[in-house]
């Protein structure tokens, strides 16, 4: 398996990394035996980062994940980052809920510490009910994050990239976290590359290229968006109802159908299947360090693993695939 480097970290992450998502559900719902054997062939993959949060599951994931790394003899270094996403109702005691979200979580993964900690609330210019404000981050977030680090209880703090594009391209100039977790995929590719205007998607305007400037790792959220780009509106029995997009279409329905204009990848040989493209899609880009994929069945991760290794899209079929992409101008959203 590939291994990049995460920003300043200096952390050597696999390129592609291990989901533990309520959107693929294994690590939610999956039987615990599957669970073990899937991140079990992980590590014997080579992957070594493995992204959870409290959310996934109302606690399930990190408890579940926990659970499997205590039972596996587990000898390569392996990195484990988790979240934080703080409650309307908690925005007035930031530097309380901070810490008492992390050590909750850390209960909950049976660890003294973790590798990486992240803020999981969308960003803006004001507080909203999913977003914290500029100020709130800068002044208070970041502050709680620095004392946690301090007393060893993360090595290291990112961002969640989603919410208002400026103030997160402020955030991230700033240099005052070390990752960022930027939805990027073939529906929306304006995290790596300018689009045309009337794209049919967020404008995240070079979040990739603005953090790599700014040293920080870049963590490649919804890949498949969610599973539209698999091109099948099917959902695994144990996976999620189908989420609502990060970024891309305005519902689920609308990004599996884009999903199907991109066949003629497959059609002329690019790659062998749209899950398989959309992962050699994102390892294309160097900005990007880790790729996560979101699994249902050990199946999934197997596949994914095998498209890693294939290696990034070729330069023809980027090529393709942003003709493909200026169809979707002047869509709606
Ligand atoms: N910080 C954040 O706010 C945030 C947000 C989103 C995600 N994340 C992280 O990123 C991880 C991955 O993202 P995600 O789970 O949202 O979405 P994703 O990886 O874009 O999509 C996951 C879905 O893709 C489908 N899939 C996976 N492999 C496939 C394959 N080989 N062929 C066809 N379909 C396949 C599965 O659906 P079916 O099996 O049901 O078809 C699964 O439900 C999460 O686990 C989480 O760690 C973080």
Known sequence: METRTLGRTGLKVSALGFGCGAVGGLMVRGEPADQRRAVARAIELGINYFDTAPQYGDGASERNLGRVLSELTVTADIFVGTKIRVSPGDYDRLEQV?????????????????????????????????????????????????????????????????????ALQQVIDAQAFDTAQVSYNMLNPSAGAAVPAGYPAQDYGDLIGRAQAAGMGVINIRVLAGGALSGSEARHPIASPPPAPIGSGHDYGIDVQRARRLAPLIEQGFADDLAEASLRFSIANPGVSTVLIGMARIEELEHAAAAVSKGPLSADALRQLAALQNGFVGEAR
């Open 98 to 166: 901070i810490p008492e979200g992390l050590e909750a979580s850390l209960k909950r993964l049976g660890r003294e510490s973790v590798d990486l900690f992240q803020l999981h609330n969308a960003i803006a210019p004001e507080s909203s009910d999913e977003a914290l404000s500029l100020r709130a981050v800068f002044s208070e977030v970041v502050p709680a994050l620095e004392r946690l680090r301090t007393q060893g209880k993360t090595q290291f703090f990112g961002i969640t990239a989603v919410g208002d594009t400026a």
